[in-house]
Structure formats: C-alpha cells, structure tokens
C-alpha cells in the first residue's frame, strides 16, 4: 500500500517538473507530461516519494542539499582544469585504469546520485555500481587501494549525500 501512495505522490511533483522543463501550456504538451510522469512514478515507484525519502524535506537535509550544488560545481570545475592541464601538457602523466570504491550510503537513491556526481566530475566515470561498491574508471590511478581511492574520490561528495539520502 505504500508503494501505491509514494507512487501517487510521485505523479504531481514529476507532472509540475515537465511542466516547468517544457514551459508549455499547450493541451498535448499537459495530455504528454502526464503520461510521462505516470510511466516513470510506476517505474520508480515512486522511490524519491516514498515516505522514507520524504524526510528530505527537514531543514539539515536542506541545508545540506544546497550546500551541495556549490561543491558539485566545485568540484567539476577543479576537475575540468586538471583533465585540460593534462590534454595540454602531454607530459604530464596520466594512468588510467577502474579502481574499486566503498559507500557508507545506504540508499539506492543515494547511491545512485553519488555515482551520477562521480561521473559527471571530468576524469572519473562510474562503470558499475554493486551494493556497497563502485567501479570507477579514473584518467590518473592515484591508488588502487580501496580505502586510498575512495578517500580521494568519493568521501567529498558523500559527506553531503550522507546526510540528504542517507
């Protein structure tokens, strides 16, 4: 039953998201925004709206969740810079390889927005993400430790996600 609610909760917020993407009043521009919000409320059922995840709205997560967008573009600005200095300057080394990492997230929802950060930073790419692990393609192999590579790329962006996902 509650999948059922967080689904139907789910509906309205995505329908307004499309409307706001399209900025369209137009009748099949509404009549389509809806038929997608429903395929993709039932798909996710309703995931980002299910009661658990409804606690996003408290203040700390808030907060956290606006500290976030700074540190985001923080964080892929350093990365455009070191990926640029290294296509320049071809001396400059690089190692590529995919090194295992370790999450203290607990939810999919979570985990997914760390790995979609992960990849959306220049030089690193999330290949696979199992349970408690991912899989990174990374330009500059620092380590292939697992402790040592997950300090260096995910622990950043996890103290935040930590506390908006969980």
């Not at 939810?107 to 990174?136: H, K, M, Q, Y």
Request: net charge negative.
């Amino acid at each position: 039953m509650r999948r059922v609610a967080s689904i139907l909760i789910a509906i309205g917020p995505l329908w307004l998201l499309w409307l706001a993407l399209t900025g369209s009043t137009d009748p099949e521009e509404l009549f389509a925004g809806a038929v997608v919000a429903v395929l993709v409320a039932i798909i996710s059922g309703g995931e980002p709206f299910s009661p658990a995840s409804l606690g996003i709205f408290n203040p700390k997560r808030l907060a956290y969740a606006v500290a976030y967008v700074p540190y985001m573009v923080w964080a892929i600005i350093v990365a455009n810079f070191d990926v640029a200095r290294r296509v320049i300057s071809p001396s400059l080394p690089i190692n590529p390889g995919i090194v295992r990492v370790k999450t203290k997230l607990r939810t999919a929802v979570g985990r997914t927005a760390l790995a979609n950060s992960i990849t959306l930073t220049p030089g690193t790419l999330t290949v696979d993400l199992c349970d408690d692990e991912l899989c990174i393609h990374w330009v500059d192999v620092q380590s292939e430790n697992i402790e040592e590579a997950t300090k260096a790329i995910v622990t950043g962006f996890e103290k935040y996600l930590e506390v908006i996902f969980g």
